[in-house]
């Protein structure tokens, strides 16, 4: 499908749930009677949801969570793994791509800002797109867990490697070898969510962070988080010269001139301060 087909369409899925508001996508894993574990059917869906909604102009930020009590209890046991079992190596290598392809590949470099919003159970796989949001918000009562070793398997896909770019070693050894499990609060304290709010607040909070990122020029967004990732393995030197690449691209795309903007406005018009916030983006 064109990209430019794939803005006008309906969105019409069974494991997902899409719901746009003045520039918000929410995005529901909507499987709240299996506690949004992520199955094949859910992780194929998600595949297409993100590359249409990437090319969407309802959506300017994108917010992951789950419907009713979850955000999501992890990959589907049955679907994902039980099922699997006497399926042909195609088969199984498809299946992962998709949850792969959709859980940090797309999601870590989508174009627009994303958030996840950790409403509950958050188990297992589900630490892979909850670190691949840009930003996340968790209810102190949502319950995490790396609950791997508590059903016979070694943390999979990209668990590990989510956990350790988000949790200091001591932490992140702790919950994968007892697998014990821990609060929103304490997700917060350990750095695995930027906060963590009363679930009663945690829409709204949301919500407010959404808006203050949509007044944010998107161009901008985009590269700074590219370079944040870009730059993470490399060393001192190549850092440097992708970093410069990267400003030198976000300008040239950049259609409202910011930089020039945010210039004059400090250094002639003298109309505001950059260091408390950020410029007009018209013509102020
Ligand atoms: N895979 C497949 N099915 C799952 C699932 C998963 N990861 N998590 C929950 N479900 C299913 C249950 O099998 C049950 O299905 P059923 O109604 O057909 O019996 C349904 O969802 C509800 O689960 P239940 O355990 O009754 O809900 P709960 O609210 O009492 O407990 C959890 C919630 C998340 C604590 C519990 O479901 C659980 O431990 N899930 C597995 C978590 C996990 O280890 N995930 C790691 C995967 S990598």
């Not at 309906?10 to 992520?38: C, H, Q």
Request: hydrophobic share 40%; glycine share 10%; with cysteine.
């Amino acid at each position: 499908m064109a990209h430019s087909e794939l803005k006008s369409s309906t969105y019409d899925y069974e494991n997902v749930a899409i719901e746009f508001d003045d520039g918000i996508a929410w995005v529901s894993l909507n499987r709240p009677e299996k506690r949004n574990a992520m199955s094949p059917a859910l992780n194929a869906e998600m595949v297409d949801v993100l590359r249409r909604l990437e090319v969407d102009e309802r959506c300017g930020v994108l917010v992951l969570t789950g419907a009713g009590e979850a955000f999501s209890a992890g990959m589907d046991l049955k679907e994902y793994f039980r099922k699997m079992e006497g399926a042909s190596r195609p088969e199984v290598l498809a299946t992962k791509r998709d949850a792969y392809q959709w859980q940090w590949r797309h999601l870590k470099y989508f174009f627009k800002p994303t958030i996840a919003m950790v409403n509950g159970w958050c188990f297992g796989g589900a630490f892979t797109p909850l670190v691949s949001c840009d930003l996340s918000l968790a209810a102190e009562e949502a319950t995490f867990g790396l609950s791997e070793i508590n059903w016979g398997i070694v943390p999979g896909g990209n668990v590990m490697k989510a956990v350790a770019s988000k949790m200091r070693q001591s932490d992140g050894l702790y919950y994968v070898m007892t697998g014990e499990v821990f609060d929103g609060r304490k997700a917060a304290e350990m750095g695995l969510v930027n906060e963590a709010v009363p679930l009663a607040e945690l829409r709204t909070r949301t919500e407010e962070l959404a808006r203050r990122l949509l007044k944010i020029n998107p161009v901008l967004l985009h590269g700074a988080k590219e370079c944040y990732h870009g730059v993470a393995n490399l060393d001192w030197h190549s850092a440097e010269d992708y970093n410069n690449a990267k400003v030198e691209q976000a300008i040239l795309h950049d259609a409202e001139c910011g930089m020039q903007k945010g210039l004059d406005q400090f250094l002639e018009k003298k109309s505001f301060r950059p260091g408390l916030g950020g410029y007009d983006r018209g013509d102020g």
